[in-house]
């Protein structure tokens, strides 16, 4: 019996060395998982705090686009108002232009019938001038003629003044 309580007591300390050793076995691999486990919570963790860091970030973006967006929407809203303004504006440049162009060509007509009665006027003033300078012509020549007539009425004056004067002595008595 003793070899038997021997052998017992060697197959009950192999046994529980086997036992150990399939614990230590189960601990090896539990702390494997937990190290895995905890090295998943790290990383998820890291990701967690990386995807909160990032969604501030992108918070703060949205916020400056928010920004952005009404600046730019205040922007739009101006350039629209000033497009219509301008639209009203060249409207209103276009009307002023049809009613100078109008204008423009009444002008043109006006200044073209002036023109054609001061074509007309101006042959009027050349037959007027020729009239004149075949007056001033004709007034000459009576002139002329009546400077030479009276130059000859006053050589026949002085003709006739030195024979009275020679008829006038020679009928005057001798003065005594």
Not at 24 to 53: F, H, K
Request: proline share 1%.
């Amino acid at each position: 019996m003793k070899n038997l309580q021997v052998n017992l007591f060697i197959l009950l300390a192999l046994g529980l060395c086997g036992l150990c050793a399939r614990q230590w076995y189960e601990q090896t691999v539990q702390r494997d998982e937990i190290q895995t486990l905890d090295q998943m919570v790290y990383d998820r963790n890291a990701a967690i705090q990386g995807y909160t860091n990032s969604i501030a970030t992108l918070n703060h973006q949205v916020n400056q686009m928010d920004a952005s967006l009404a600046e730019i929407k205040a922007a739009a809203a101006t350039n629209e108002q000033l497009v219509i303004s301008q639209r009203v504006e060249i409207t209103q440049l276009q009307f002023a232009n049809n009613n100078f162009t109008n204008e423009i060509a009444q002008y043109k007509t006006a200044v073209d019938a002036l023109e054609a009665k001061l074509t007309d006027a101006y042959a009027g003033i050349g037959k007027q001038n020729e009239a004149i300078t075949n007056l001033v012509a004709q007034r000459n020549d009576l002139v002329q003629k009546y400077n030479d007539e009276v130059k000859d009425r006053n050589d026949v004056v002085e003709k006739y003044n030195a024979l009275a004067k020679q008829i006038q002595s020679a009928v005057k008595p001798p003065d005594k």
